[in-house]
């Protein structure tokens, strides 16, 4: 981590978004005092991470991006487990969990290690919240999910929001950043910026656009040699691209031309809204200020 400085709000969905190696889990365990930070202090409300780790533990729920529960248990054995330990039981919390256990609860003699993906998901998560926690820190929560999985997932945080817990999520997908009250989008170490969605989209600098010929194999590499080009980057099966200083009415057919002169057919030049995702890119290509 590097120079880190963030403020998080109560009842607050916050999503810290980056690639891997982007120190996600790093400072998600250093919230949860898994980890002492070299330098700075963390508190959670007004308790210290490296001073108040037993009472911080009391009130926060973990999530780890790898499954960590007891494959050998079943999933109530293992619900049963992690009750105990924090001096409760399932049945006096089970309203806590109904609506994700109710899910897995058919289940509930299977060993945890003989689940499904989506099925261990939910009762990691059911593990967590067992004990009423104030702070809910999910690693990577949807990573090696189907997509239905994904959505039910946010479906079931956003129910976990509205009962008060406060949510901390990561993810390496951007996509997942609309679900997000804030974002923290992250890349080596650092904290890139700290926003709303809707607000960073709005910030992008500059006019994006899509562009798709017929030879899109050798299309990347020619309009990085564009002159004025200040961004190219490859979404799927399309180039988004942005300019140094370009209007749109003067842009589009300047590249189609080019393009024509290289003998590209079926040309399409279009300008878009930026996503997450190509903020991110941006960013990463701009020189962050320290």
């Known amino acids: 981590m590097q120079y880190v400085s963030l403020e998080l709000e109560e009842g607050e969905l916050m999503g810290f978004i980056g690639p891997d190696g982007a120190g996600k889990t790093t400072l998600l365990r250093i919230f949860t005092s898994l980890m ?23 009130i926060v729920g973990y999530m ?61 998560l059911s593990c967590a919240l067992i004990h009423h926690p104030r702070v809910l820190v999910l690693d990577e929560p949807t990573t090696g999910v189907d997509a239905v999985s994904r959505m039910e997932f946010w479906v079931l945080l956003k129910s976990m929001q509205q009962q008060g817990i406060t949510i901390l999520v990561s993810t390496p997908y951007m996509d997942e950043a609309a ?65 140094n200083s370009a209007k749109e009415e003067e842009i589009v057919p300047l590249i189609k031309d080019y393009l024509k002169q290289r003998n590209h057919e079926q040309i399409s030049v279009s300008r878009i809204k930026p996503g997450i995702e190509d903020c991110f890119l941006s960013m990463m290509e701009t020189p962050q200020k320290a």
């Not at 798709?212 to 040699?225: D, F, G, P, V």
């Open 36 to 58: 002492l930070p070299d330098s700075g202090s963390a508190t959670l409300g007004e308790l210290d991470v490296v001073n108040d780790y037993k009472k911080i533990r009391q």
């Open 64 to 124: 780890p991006g790898r499954f960590s529960l007891y494959p050998d248990l079943t999933v109530e054995e293992n619900l049963h487990f992690y009750a105990r330990i924090f001096n409760t039981s399932l049945e006096q919390n089970y309203h806590l969990i109904r609506d994700i256990y109710g899910q897995i609860e058919p289940f509930k003699k299977r060993r945890s290690g003989d689940l499904s993906g989506g099925m261990k998901q939910k009762l990691a």
């Open 179 to 243: 679900q997000c009250d804030r974002v923290a989008l992250m890349d080596h170490g650092k904290v890139m910026v700290v926003e709303r969605p809707s607000v960073i989209e709005d910030n992008y600098p500059g006019q994006l656009f899509s562009v798709k010929t017929n030879q899109m194999y050798r299309l990347l590499a020619e309009l990085e040699a564009y002159p004025e080009v200040k961004h190219v980057f490859r979404f799927g099966e399309v180039i988004h691209m942005t300019f």
